[in-house]
């Protein structure tokens, strides 16, 4: 039983509150992932789980046991981070048995785990090398067999691919998955990077500064984000936000005097300044009308997809997924429109209303 709670967590470094009061509830056997912009906490809040860092207030409990003032050692979890930490100069095989081996199991025990933990990652053919032989791919999976023979309840993973080129990070993200579902433990993941978040996550844990802007599965962040933080960060290319304000009978005046009634919203929760959220799937665009006009100034295309990136004088760049065969190239006039049921209205709060 792997589940993670954390109640009211709060850290702080001097005077300077990194972790501001954060409660989470992971459930057993899931894959979650903390995603943010560099400096928001991912790896503090992680460590405080792992018992690797104090906390200032607050507590942590693992498999239904508070652990907040227990030894990293005694948590039933394993971490892997960025930096694989192997020990140069014994062998992989060693190098994966290294914490049975402090802990003082029998060695047809230790074997037996290790043999299992080769079979799992494919390792079974490096056992006798040395790290410094390995590719970096291979030197992560060694690193991550360090952590599966110890069989833990939870699983902490500190941006453990960040290392790789593109290629082996894509591979390795789906060797993960797979893994997750085999040994059907916790895993806690951290990333800065929002596809590895979407793609690898049962659910996602959004933080800012310190806080959790939203918690929830990757379509629903997608389709719902519940703030203009979230709704920024998540999703490649961005967003597109046209400021909006409070028009007639519920409706938000957009720039161009453009007038929009958006389902599920009404008049009293307008506000000033508010910011309506498109993707860039969800505008349309035409040779001949629109909502507005404006210019393609880049073509952007990468083969399975296209974008066009459009200067549109009362909003600035938008843009837009090119779908179809009529063509735009840069220079070329366009308009463009969207459909009210596919927007995101935020309120002078940054909060969602509709
Ligand atoms: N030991 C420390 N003393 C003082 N400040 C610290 C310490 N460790 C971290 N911080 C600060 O806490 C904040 C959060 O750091 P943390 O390493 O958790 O960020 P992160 O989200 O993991 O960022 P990154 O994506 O860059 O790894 C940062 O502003 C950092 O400077
Ligand atoms: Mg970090």
Not at 48 to 77: F, K, N, Y
Not at 175 to 193: F, N, P, Q, R, W
Not at 319 to 331: H, L, N, Q, W, Y
Request: proline share 5%.
């Amino acid at each position: 039983m792997g589940q993670v709670e954390l109640q009211n967590v709060k850290k702080s470094f001097g005077s300077v509150d990194v972790i501001k009061d954060i409660s989470l509830d992971i459930k057993d056997g899931e894959f979650v992932v903390f995603v943010g912009p560099s400096g928001c906490g991912k790896s503090t809040l992680l460590r405080m789980i792992s018992g690797l860092e104090t906390m200032s207030e607050g507590t942590v409990g693992i498999a239904g046991r508070d652990v907040t003032d227990v030894q990293p050692s005694e948590r039933e979890i394993a971490m892997v981070f960025q930096s694989y930490a192997l020990f140069p100069h014994i062998s992989v095989r060693d190098n994966v048995a290294f914490g049975l081996k402090i802990a003082g199991l029998p060695k047809e025990e230790i074997d037996a785990k290790v043999a299992k933990t080769s079979e799992i990652l494919g390792l079974e053919k490096l056992l006798d090398r040395k790290p410094r032989e390995l590719s970096g791919g291979q030197q992560q999976r060694v690193a991550i067999g360090r952590a599966i023979v110890r069989e833990p309840a939870v699983f902490l993973f500190d941006e453990p691919l960040s290392n790789l080129d593109a290629a082996l990070r894509v591979q390795m993200r789906i060797e993960l998955i797979k893994l997750h579902a085999s040994l059907d433990a916790t895993m806690i993941y951290v990333t800065h990077d929002q596809v590895e978040a979407m793609t690898m996550a049962e659910r996602i844990v959004v933080l800012r500064d310190g806080r959790v802007e939203q918690f929830d599965t990757p379509v629903r962040l997608y389709d719902r984000p519940q703030n203009l933080f979230v709704a920024g960060f998540i999703g490649s290319p961005k967003m597109n936000f046209v400021k909006a304000s409070p028009g007639e009978s519920g409706a938000v005046l957009l720039a161009n005097k453009v007038s929009k009634s958006i389902p599920g919203v009404v008049q009293d929760q307008l506000t000033p300044n508010m910011q309506l959220g498109i993707r860039p799937e969800h505008i349309t665009y035409s040779h001949d009308s629109g909502d507005w006009q404006g210019t393609v100034t880049v073509e952007e295309q990468l083969g399975s997809d296209a974008f066009l990136y459009v200067d549109v004088p009362e909003i600035g760049q938008v843009t837009v997924r090119a779908v179809d065969e009529r063509s735009f190239t840069r220079g070329d006039t366009i308009f463009l429109s969207f459909d009210p049921e596919r927007c995101h209205l935020f309120n002078d709060d940054e909060q969602r209303i509709n």
